[in-house]
């Protein structure tokens, strides 16, 4: 019979010379990271509808408020919202949140006798 000859290797730690290993940061977390801070900070448009809405009506909506809008908005697009009645004290509009923009607006007293459809999230502002 033939004989079998094994050689064993004796096992020793292999040592890295250099800067140790880091953790790599898991590429989904900061494409995620990346896509919720463009989701946060995407300005609202104003469609030309809603711009001449609120120019007939005179409603008047400062940059301040405008911000919080925005906030709001994008906060409720990442909830799932899409299509959203944002109330403010003088206005109404109505805000495609997947779109980020205004698709029209109306004063608060013309919005009391109106029927909204086609909307899946309300804002409600003070």
Do not use: C, Y
Not at 11 to 27: D, H, N, V, W, Y
Not at 54 to 66: G, S, Y
Not at 81 to 92: P, R
């Amino acid at each position: 019979m033939d004989q079998l000859n094994i050689h064993r290797v004796p096992s020793q730690p292999f040592i890295r010379q250099g800067k140790p290993l880091q953790p790599a940061t898991s590429p989904k977390q900061s494409f995620l990271e990346q896509l919720n801070d463009a989701i946060q900070t995407q300005p609202l448009k104003i469609s030309k509808h809603a711009s001449e809405r609120l120019r007939d009506r005179n409603i008047q909506i400062t940059d301040a408020e405008w911000a919080h809008v925005t906030e709001k908005v994008n906060e409720a697009r990442q909830k799932g919202i899409k299509d959203s009645l944002v109330l403010m004290d003088k206005a109404a509009l109505i805000v495609s949140a997947k779109n980020a923009t205004v698709i029209t607006a109306m004063d608060r007293m013309e919005a009391k006798n109106q029927l909204f459809t086609n909307i899946d999230g309300t804002i409600v502002l003070n």
